[in-house]
């Protein structure tokens, strides 16, 4: 029904830049949030960035606020992780996610569909 693909990861040096994509396609709610979720090895899947059906509202975790920036276009139906100043410990695979409600939210259980992810990987 819905179809979300990542795109944009690599490998980066800490201090560089990386800007993810997630381009959406289907049939979707008028007014839907996303979100940026990561999962590194072993580790639990995460809240990265959040964003409502505007792009009025966003939210980010702490460990990336002040370096990430989330935005939407809806007219192309894609979202954005502009990703600064990146640090190893950023090192993950990044995933795009869609909620069936105008706002945004930071829990894995209140999105509805997600991509399949993309590799981020920032070296010393």
């Known amino acids: 029904q819905v179809q979300l693909v990542e795109s944009g990861g690599g490998l980066v040096q800490a201090g560089g830049s990386l800007r993810l994509s997630c381009a959406v396609s289907g049939r979707t709610f008028s007014y839907y949030g996303m979100g940026w979720f990561r999962q590194a090895p072993g580790k639990e899947r995460e809240f990265v960035a959040a964003?409502?059906?505007?792009?009025?509202?966003?939210n980010y975790a702490d460990s990336v606020k002040g370096r990430f920036t989330i935005s939407r276009d809806n007219v192309k139906n894609t979202m954005y992780l502009q990703m600064n100043s990146l640090k190893p410990e950023d090192t993950a695979v990044y995933y795009c996610?869609?909620?069936?409600?105008?706002?945004?939210?930071?829990?894995?259980?209140?999105?509805?569909?997600w991509g399949q992810g993309t590799q981020v990987t920032v070296s010393s």
């Open positions: 964003i409502d059906w505007s792009g009025g509202r966003t």
């Open positions: 996610a869609v909620r069936y409600s105008a706002g945004w939210a930071i829990n894995t259980s209140e999105y509805d569909y």
